[in-house]
């Protein structure tokens, strides 16, 4: 099905009967494994969002959609203290499937997203002391929906890939972006164009990119390294996969899991691979309770040491990298919400929030999982 790029990712065209299949039965939720319980909603439902932890503790929530071409430039504050939502400052546009990074000085780089049938080059910068959002003179190398942007070790933002177009596939091109003069520079491309990869930096300070489409699903990883600023070829997945999550575990592997396969709603994974950096090397690890796609990028790392997988199904799985095993937190979401976000707050627990199931109506509620 060569479906136009908007229909399933940030403009997510309305799909029906063709959800994801488990591949196993899933198990007995474990309370070891902790617990889902729901929170108060959002003040507006949304979709393809993000959320950003921001150093005061509160969430910064922007952009997403209500259903196809509703997009929102509108934001919202989440804080834990209180467990409610208030409006903060809007973005310059309605932004779906832009990017928001965490910059070391406490402000938030937005940048680009769909706009409506296309996507934007520009970018704006939230700054939590004036709850304003202000947009940035430079644009970005090119226009990105659905691109990856990954903070460096010395403060830069590394932004890879993303679509341009109706087309289903992405781009190779790279970009950094420097706080210090608010400007972008191009950096030589990545071997494979990517859409909906993951981007994980690594203990060694290079970043791992991992998976996404550019003509087909893509098996093979690259590394950048901030050095050379150059992208090399790594190991190759087991299972080719896009719409996928990964999350660093704490000896420095990364686990990446689910996603789909070139047949999309049809081709949901319930599949797990870890990456050993040392070995440049991907094996097999166990699978999620229930197939799912359409997950935020990173995995919730929990201060155990444990990573948390939600969306694309109402289980939301805990993976122990002590056990190498997957095990289902009491409670469940409401339904299959895809392209939810998930955030871990200051005292351990996580928020989950927003998405869409089988149609193109986002939802304004929210969970908590405790450990």
Request: glycine share 10%; net charge neutral.
């Amino acid at each position: 099905m060569n479906l136009p790029y908007r229909m399933f990712t940030a403009i997510f065209g309305m799909i029906f009967a063709l959800g994801a299949t488990a591949v196993r039965p899933n198990p007995v939720a474990n309370t070891s494994a902790g617990k889902v319980t729901s929170s108060a909603p959002m003040l507006e439902p949304r979709s393809g969002h993000t959320a950003t932890l921001l150093p005061n503790g509160r969430v910064l929530i922007t952009g997403g959609m209500r259903r196809n071409q509703d997009f929102y430039k509108s934001a919202e504050l989440y804080d834990p203290s209180t467990a409610r939502f208030t409006r903060t400052g809007d973005m310059s546009i309605g932004r779906v499937g832009h990017m928001a990074v965490l910059l070391r000085s406490g402000k938030v780089l937005i940048a680009g997203g769909w706009i409506g049938h296309a996507c934007t080059d520009s970018a704006e910068i939230y700054d939590p002391r004036t709850a304003k959002f202000t947009a940035i003179p430079a644009r970005m190398t090119t226009a990105r929906g659905d691109a990856r942007a990954t903070l460096l070790a010395d403060g830069d933002v590394l932004i890879t890939g993303g679509g341009q177009s109706d087309s289903p596939g992405g781009i190779a091109s790279a970009e950094i972006f420097h706080e210090t003069d608010m400007s972008f520079h191009a950096v030589p491309p990545m071997h494979f164009a990517r859409v909906s990869h993951t981007s994980t930096l690594l203990q060694d300070e290079r970043v791992l990119v991992v998976g996404g489409r550019g003509e087909r699903v893509n098996e093979v990883a690259e590394i950048f390294d901030p050095k050379t600023q150059r992208f090399t070829q790594t190991g190759s997945l087991i299972t080719p996969r896009y719409k996928h999550t990964a999350g660093l575990l704490p000896d420095g592997r990364v686990l990446v899991a689910g996603g789909s396969d070139e047949r999309d709603w049809s081709g949901n994974l319930s599949s797990a691979e870890i990456f050993d950096p040392k070995t440049w090397k991907f094996t097999l690890a166990e699978s999620l309770s229930t197939a799912r796609f359409k997950l935020p990028e990173d995995a919730a790392a929990l201060g155990s040491g444990k990573l948390l997988i939600a969306g694309g199904a109402k289980d939301v799985d805990i993976f122990d990298p002590l056990t190498g095993k997957f095990a289902s937190a009491e409670g469940r979401i409401s339904d299959s919400w895809h392209f939810m976000t998930e955030t871990r707050l200051k005292d351990g627990t996580v928020l989950l929030a927003g998405g869409y199931a089988n149609n193109d109506r986002a939802t304004a509620q929210t969970w908590i999982y405790k450990p």
